[in-house]
C-alpha cells in the first residue's frame, strides 16, 4: 500500500508562486506514474498534471501550463508541483496521486492511492 503525504500548500497573493512536495512511504511503487489532483470548494475534483514513473513523459490541464511544472525524484520518492504566476482560481486543496503501471493520465480512475491533501489559497 502506497502512502502518499503532500506538504507546501499556504496562503499566497496572485503572482505569486509555491512549491508542493508529495512524499511516498510504505510499500512503495516507485514505477508507477504520479499526478496531482484540485478541488475547490463545491467543484469536482480536476485534474492538474501528471508524470511519468521516469520523469520523461508529463501531462498537464491547458489552465496550469506554462505555469506549473511537474516534477520527481525517484531517489527520494517524492513527487514535486512548482506553481508560478498562481491566480485565485487556483485556489483548491490539491491531492497528489500514484497511478497503475504505465503511461500517465487524466483520469483520476487511472490512480489508485491518493494523499489527504494540503490546502492551497491565492487572493488577489
Known amino acids: 500500500q502506497v502512502q502518499l503525504v503532500e506538504s507546501g500548500g499556504g496562503l499566497v497573493q496572485a503572482g505569486g508562486s509555491l512549491r508542493l512536495s508529495c512524499a511516498a512511504s510504505?510499500?512503495?511503487?516507485?514505477?508507477?506514474?504520479k499526478g496531482w489532483f484540485r478541488q475547490a470548494p463545491g467543484k469536482e475534483r480536476e485534474f492538474v498534471a501528471a508524470?511519468?514513473?521516469?520523469?520523461?513523459?508529463?501531462l498537464y490541464t491547458d489552465s496550469v501550463k506554462g505555469r506549473f511544472t511537474i516534477s520527481r525524484d525517484n531517489a527520494q520518492n517524492t513527487i514535486y508541483l512548482q506553481m508560478n504566476s498562481l491566480k485565485p482560481e487556483d485556489t483548491a486543496v490539491y491531492y497528489c496521486?500514484?497511478?497503475?503501471?504505465?503511461?500517465?493520465?487524466?483520469?483520476?480512475?487511472?490512480?489508485?492511492?491518493w494523499g489527504q491533501g494540503t490546502q492551497v489559497a491565492v487572493s488577489s
Open positions: 496521486a500514484a497511478g497503475v503501471p504505465g503511461a500517465p493520465t487524466a483520469d483520476p480512475r487511472d490512480f489508485s492511492s
Open positions: 510504505g510499500r512503495t511503487f516507485i514505477y508507477r506514474p
Open positions: 508524470i511519468s514513473w521516469s520523469g520523461d513523459n508529463t
